[in-house]
């Protein structure tokens, strides 16, 4: 049996390891959160789009067709004109096409051109997943699973807190100080 001491001391060091566990994860998590904003903004590059506009087009190949308002809530632009000109250029490019909405013919419906988006778009895409394939194929089933099970349950994390964060009103700067 050992002395009760001992015992305290062993859960203490069990408590500390876990604990910076967990600070290591949400390290690596934010860094992977900035390496994938770095990712996207480079992709969006590659395909002639500025990174507001690749994530529009992200949202319509993930989400599917949707409103411009709509479109504008799911990534906090205005309703009017910052929407329009997003829509525009990926219209221009030929990344999404214009449509009545069926419902009210004085709205339109905003969907992606799924060709234009696997020719352009999935190709760049090519060599990450390869390189993500070939990690994910080192993992059991069980833990493929589990790595789904947690990346799907932080993506509602992120969804629920994104919403949260764009219903509050913008903080306001700082005044100025004059210096003397």
């Not at 632009?77 to 009210?104: C, E, M, N, W, Y």
């Not at 059991?140 to 992120?158: H, R, S, Y």
């Amino acid at each position: 049996m050992q002395p009760q001491g001992d015992e305290e001391d062993r859960s203490s060091g069990t408590e500390d390891r876990s604990f910076g566990t967990l600070m290591s994860l949400a390290t690596a998590l934010r860094v992977q959160a900035a390496r994938t904003v770095l990712f996207q903004s480079a992709v969006a590059q590659s395909v002639g789009l500025n990174a507001t506009d690749f994530n529009c087009l992200s949202l319509l190949d993930l989400e599917g067709p949707m409103t411009p308002g709509r479109l504008a809530e799911r990534v906090g632009l205005s309703r009017g004109g910052a929407i329009t000109a997003v829509i525009d250029h990926l219209q221009k490019a030929g990344f999404v096409h214009r449509r009545p909405d069926p419902a009210d013919r004085r709205r339109v419906i905003v969907e992606a051109v799924p060709e234009a988006f696997a020719e352009r778009v999935e190709t760049v895409f090519a060599e990450y997943r390869a390189a993500l394939g070939k990690l994910l194929s080192e993992l059991t089933p069980q833990q493929q699973q589990l790595l789904l099970d947690v990346t799907t349950k932080g993506n509602e994390i992120f969804h629920t807190e994104t919403l949260r964060l764009l219903s509050r009103e913008p903080a306001k700067a700082p005044k100025a100080t004059p210096v003397s």
